[in-house]
């Protein structure tokens, strides 16, 4: 892989390979490592995690940067890989948390607080921060449309306390605007913005409940539009894949499915697709629309992606050992700094 050791002639590669270069970063939580998993060789490589603690559950990815927060010390890790590799830990208000991140641009990252209500902007390349408050419990984190949009689940003592909601405020300029935008779901806990431009929010229910659903919102509404049920017991993070699918990791039913074109649930619970027969704690996308899927096995022995073919077919391509108890994955590329 040209780009991991950022070799010479890496551009000719890229003419010939969409993947040359991209790598899909998994976040293994027991102990804290990252596995690199090659998206030309399906070769995985650790690196190190700046000593990293606190159980990661959460990742982003933007183009050569690797965000990865650790809750229990309150901290984020940067790793950007267009500069050999070169790191950050950014430390965060005493007692904050840091739950999902979002990578707005080349310098700065938002990162939910969930203990103490508030999202904290980070500048990487120095390690400034500053704090906004937002609603209770924020979990999840999503930047568009020059807005800054916070997923709250609302929980109190770890259970939904009711309905969550999104904080939202305007980035840039001399004016802000803010507001909140409930939600129907209880303990909203991911998001992610789709090629249309919608946000989509998964709420994990109540344990037990089995009711699981998604949120698709429209940031230019600033409201909820559609709600679909079905997704079960405590539904993990969603994909949006260019095929129009927006694709859902469960630890019980594996890989659900939404056809984002006609809003409906198209795989559910009893009908996910189980890569190796198991369920599925998160997933990722290459640049050539395969999917990694994150198997965390017990927890005692190394984890196993399976990369599998673009939906409906979802044919397993390779699986790759990685470290144990994977929970979050991303994809970047390792290419020389300019």
């Known amino acids: 892989m040209c780009g991991l050791v950022l070799a ?9 390979d969409t993947t040359a270069g991209q790598v899909v970063a998994v976040v293994n939580t027991d102990p804290a ?23 990661p559950a959460t990742v982003a990815g933007r183009v050569s940067v690797l965000a990865v927060p650790l809750p229990g010390v309150d901290s984020t890790v940067f790793l950007d890989f267009g500069s050999s590799g070169a790191g950050r830990r950014v430390q965060l208000a005493v007692g904050a948390g840091a739950a999902g991140v979002a990578i707005a641009d080349d310098s700065t990252a938002w990162v939910a607080n969930p203990t103490n209500n508030r999202a904290t902007l980070i500048n990487y390349r120095t390690g400034d921060t500053s704090s906004i408050a937002v609603g209770p419990t924020p979990q999840a984190v999503v930047v568009t449309r020059s807005t800054l949009y916070v997923v709250n689940a609302n929980l109190a003592g770890g259970a939904p306390a009711g309905p969550g909601s999104i904080s939202w405020r305007t980035l840039g300029g001399k004016v802000y605007a803010f507001g909140t935008i409930m939600l129907t779901g209880a303990d909203p806990e991911f998001a992610t913005v789709g090629g249309d431009s919608l946000i989509y929010v998964v709420s994990r229910g109540t344990a037990g409940a089995a009711d699981g659903r998604l949120s698709i919102v429209d940031p230019a ?22 095929s129009g699918r927006l694709l859902i990791a469960s630890e019980r039913e594996g890989i659900l499915e939404v056809n984002t074109l006609t809003r409906t649930l198209v795989r559910g619970v009893g009908a996910g697709r189980k890569p190796g027969g198991r369920g599925v704690a998160a997933l990722a996308l290459d640049q050539r629309g395969r999917i990694y899927a994150l198997d965390r096995g017990d927890c005692t022995a190394p984890g196993v992606v399976h990369v599998l073919s673009a939906p409906p077919d979802y044919a397993e391509l390779e699986t790759v050992s990685v470290g144990a108890c994977p929970s979050a994955a991303a994809a970047v590329f390792m290419q020389a700094a300019p």
């Open 8 to 16: 010479a002639g890496c551009s000719d590669a890229l003419e010939q």
């Open 33 to 55: 490592t990252l596995s690199l998993v090659s998206a030309s060789t399906f070769s995985a490589t650790a690196v190190d995690l700046l000593n990293a603690a606190g159980r």
């Open 221 to 242: 509404l600033k409201q909820e539009v559609v709600v679909i049920n079905g997704l079960g017991e405590l539904p993990g993070p969603a994909m949006f894949h260019p």
